[in-house]
């Protein structure tokens, strides 16, 4: 794992232990979240309404992040916390929540 960082981010969708069987996850991500959420993000936040047409017009993508929590989050909300880069492409670990 690598140092720990600062992540803005906005969750779009939550997978509670108990649903890992109800999706096609990786069985590194179902092992290395056991007994913990994975929140599915939009990093850096909500955009406003001009920064979402600016990346359109740009062909900007979004980018998503999964998180590995302990805690339970809103759909919808703004999360700050301090996580841990995994071995697994865009999966961090939540080391704290700000």
């Known amino acids: 794992m690598s140092e ?12 509670a232990p108990e649903e890992f069987d109800e999706y096609e996850l990786e069985p590194e991500l179902t092992e290395r979240a056991s007994g913990q959420y994975l929140l599915v993000c939009r990093k850096g936040g909500s955009p406003s309404w001009l920064d979402r047409i600016k990346m359109f017009l740009r062909r900007e993508a979004i980018e998503a992040i999964t998180l590995v929590s302990d805690e339970r989050r809103e759909e919808g909300a703004e999360i700050d ?9 865009g999966v961090y670990e939540v080391v704290s929540a700000d």
């Open 4 to 15: 720990s960082a600062s992540v803005r981010a906005e969750v779009i969708h939550i997978v």
């Open 81 to 89: 916390v301090t996580v841990t880069e995994t071995e697994l492409a």
